[in-house]
């Protein structure tokens, strides 16, 4: 994983309920990112932070909240909102450089609604 | 618009034999480049990158890449598959001065005994 815990590896939600997807990273990068990816659809930005105490919508950021207390920890909350909340959950941080050389990778949180 | 385009979604050979996925990017000028690997289940990992210079990158697990900005194409290739190959394959981008990156649809590939 590169120094980026994802947990739990998988998660189960009942209907209506907020959960939280963990992610935290031992990397010392600023930027952290959270994708969503349906089989065939590739990866989906929810989220992304470039900075402590900031952060911008992605793409499908519909009934998805985050935080950023911490340079460390930028964990996911799949609210009740999110209507096919079923899916694999994927941190990353950016690594190397001013910008950036592309992400490492958490192992990922499988959601499941039940 | 910047995008990423991976025209194969799913591939077939046999192993042992040589592979290429195709990859196409739409920049202005031209980007970062990444080819990452995604077995069921886990995270992505990195294969190779190309940043600028040597337009022939090669990678982990006797990956290689190649450059063309006549073609704004960044094909991934190996000689020879073998059996643990079998994954999925993402292209992506990232611009200059951006720290997001954009992703192809990915490529999955099967290998066939």
């Known amino acids: 994983d590169g120094g980026i815990t994802q947990s739990p590896k998988y998660l189960f939600r009942k209907e209506g309920q907020n959960v939280t997807l963990s992610c935290e990273q031992n990397l010392n990068h600023d930027a952290m990112y959270w994708y969503r990816q349906d089989p065939g659809q590739g990866l989906r930005l929810i989220y992304y932070?470039?900075?402590?105490?900031?952060?911008q919508k992605g793409d499908i950021a519909e009934g998805y909240s985050v935080s950023r207390e911490k340079k460390e920890s930028f964990p996911l909350t799949v609210t009740s909102a999110q209507k096919n909340p079923t899916a694999f959950y994927l941190c990353?941080?950016?690594?190397?450089?001013?910008?950036?050389?592309?992400?490492?990778f958490g192992s990922g949180t499988r959601l499941t609604v039940v | 618009a910047q995008s990423v385009t991976q025209p194969d979604i799913h591939i077939t050979v046999s192993e042992g034999a040589s592979l290429e996925l195709r990859c196409n990017y739409s920049y202005g000028a031209t980007p970062y480049l990444f080819w990452y690997v995604q077995s069921p289940g886990q995270g992505l990992q990195l294969l190779l990158k190309?940043?600028?210079?040597?337009?022939l990158v090669q990678g982990i697990k006797g990956f290689e890449a190649e450059f063309k900005r006549s073609q704004s194409s960044f094909n991934l290739r190996k000689p020879s598959v073998h059996w643990s190959d079998a994954a999925e394959y993402f292209c992506a981008a990232q611009p200059w001065g951006a720290q997001k990156l954009v992703f192809g649809q990915g490529t999955r590939l099967t290998i066939n005994p």
């Open positions: 190309y940043f600028s210079g040597d337009t």
């Open positions: 990353a941080v950016t690594t190397g450089g001013i910008y950036g050389y592309g992400y490492t």
């Open positions: 932070s470039q900075i402590v105490n900031d952060f």
